[in-house]
């Protein structure tokens, strides 16, 4: 018998039952890609906020890096196939809704155009769009299995995906000191996250794991409070409270969590799907920069598309897993 065949007496859960289209949608991860752009769009902000958004670049890397997200989401469901089978049955990859052939293509089909996108934004974006295939194939192929490294290669990741954004500025200008800074946050918050996720549907979560969190947000604010120096008492307010609710979200996580690190239960932990809240939370982090480097009336355009995506991500979460 097939070792990679599902147990035919076992059945998904009522909500799990949908079309073809429904099967790639749960497995890309569909909420979280709302949280993608944002990293593209902060990066492109903090080097040019008044920059304009006719020119093709800025749309192209969001592209590129949805697609390396994309990419990368599904080759770590090809990788972890065979433990799947055991700890998610119901995922489209061990359940055998999606051939693993076909994921197979779907992950170089999707890393490949990626990367052909990055070339169009030029050399240097070639070089972080590089680095991104580099840091995906890493952590899927042998990184996500060491401590502490998995995570960091995950941070990475995020933190290169804004250094997309920071290289579509038409001219290709230096790497600013801000531009460094905000993808270190970002790098650092996903950090923090990964840390806390990689225990998530453990019997004891670690008191350090779940402080991680919390952690990486207040990392994350600390790196880019240079850029408050100059905001007006208004644009502060905005971004003081946006940030305020990065790091609430976090602190919420680390309360819920010293119950099951006390307990031994994990079941309230999977009840409020805690890496999807942490998830949703770097949608205020990238607020909070739009906040800090935006230029009127775009900011105030982009400041509300994000924070839609806020409400939409919990609502796709429903029916769309997004850890």
Same mark, same amino acid.
């Given at each position: 018998?097939?070792?990679?065949?599902?147990?035919?007496?076992?059945?998904?859960?009522?909500?799990?039952?949908?079309?073809?289209?429904?099967?790639?949608?749960?497995?890309?991860?569909?909420?979280?890609?709302?949280?993608?752009?944002?990293?593209?769009?902060?990066?492109?902000?903090?080097?040019?906020?008044?920059?304009?958004?006719?020119?093709?670049?800025?749309?192209?890397?969001?592209?590129?890096?949805?697609?390396?997200?994309?990419?990368?989401?599904?080759?770590?469901?090809?990788?972890?196939?065979?433990?799947?089978?055991?700890?998610?049955?119901?995922? %489209?990859?061990?359940?055998?809704?999606?051939?693993?052939?076909? $994921?197979?293509? +779907?992950?170089? /089909?999707? *890393? &490949? =155009?990626?990367?052909?996108?990055?070339?169009?934004?030029?050399?240097?974006?070639?070089?972080?769009?590089?680095?991104?295939?580099?840091?995906?194939?890493?952590?899927?192929?042998?990184?996500?299995?060491?401590?502490?490294?998995?995570?960091?290669?995950?941070?990475?990741?995020?933190?290169?995906?804004?250094?997309?954004?920071?290289?579509?500025?038409?001219?290709?200008?230096?790497?600013?000191?801000?531009?460094?800074?905000?993808?270190?946050?970002?790098?650092?918050?996903?950090?923090?996250?990964?840390?806390?996720?990689?225990?998530?549907?453990?019997?004891?979560?670690?008191?350090?794991?779940?402080?991680?969190?919390?952690?990486?947000?207040?990392?994350?604010?600390?790196?880019?409070?240079?850029?408050?120096?100059?905001?007006? %008492?208004?644009?502060?307010?905005?971004?003081?409270?946006?940030? $305020?609710?990065? +790091?609430?979200? /976090?602190? *919420? &996580? =680390?309360?819920?969590?010293?119950?099951?690190?006390?307990?031994?239960?994990?079941?309230?932990?999977?009840?409020?799907?805690?890496?999807?809240?942490?998830?949703?939370?770097?949608?205020?982090?990238?607020?909070?920069?739009?906040?800090?480097?935006?230029?009127?009336?775009?900011?105030?355009?982009?400041?509300?598309?994000?924070?839609?995506?806020?409400?939409?991500?919990?609502?796709?979460?429903?029916?769309?897993?997004?850890?």
């Amino acid at each position: 018998m097939d070792d990679l065949a599902p147990d035919p007496e076992f059945e998904p859960p009522s909500r799990y039952n949908t079309t073809q289209i429904g099967n790639w949608l749960r497995l890309i991860r569909l909420p979280n890609l709302l949280t993608v752009p944002g990293d593209v769009v902060i990066g492109f902000m903090v080097m040019a906020p008044t920059h304009s958004w006719a020119t093709q670049h800025i749309w192209v890397a969001m592209a590129a890096a949805t697609l390396f997200y994309i990419g990368g989401i599904i080759f770590n469901d090809v990788v972890d196939v065979r433990r799947d089978l055991h700890r998610n049955p119901w995922r %489209p990859l061990p359940f055998g809704l999606i051939p693993i052939v076909t $994921a197979e293509a +779907a992950v170089f /089909a999707t *890393l &490949v =155009l990626g990367l052909g996108l990055s070339v169009l934004n030029g050399f240097d974006s070639l070089i972080i769009g590089a680095s991104l295939v580099v840091a995906i194939s890493a952590y899927n192929l042998e990184l996500k299995h060491i401590p502490w490294l998995g995570p960091l290669a995950l941070g990475l990741c995020r933190g290169l995906s804004v250094l997309l954004g920071a290289f579509a500025v038409r001219g290709n200008p230096p790497l600013s000191a801000e531009a460094g800074r905000v993808a270190g946050a970002v790098a650092v918050y996903i950090l923090g996250l990964s840390l806390y996720a990689r225990f998530e549907r453990q019997p004891r979560l670690p008191v350090w794991a779940g402080i991680a969190p919390f952690l990486g947000a207040c990392g994350a604010i600390a790196l880019c409070a240079p850029l408050w120096y100059t905001l007006s %008492p208004g644009r502060l307010l905005v971004t003081l409270t946006l940030l $305020a609710a990065l +790091a609430g979200g /976090a602190f *919420l &996580v =680390l309360v819920r969590a010293w119950r099951p690190a006390r307990t031994g239960s994990a079941d309230d932990l999977e009840r409020v799907s805690a890496v999807g809240l942490l998830l949703r939370g770097l949608i205020f982090f990238q607020a909070a920069v739009v906040s800090m480097t935006g230029a009127a009336p775009l900011q105030i355009v982009v400041l509300c598309i994000l924070l839609a995506a806020w409400p939409l991500h919990a609502l796709m979460e429903k029916s769309f897993y997004a850890s």
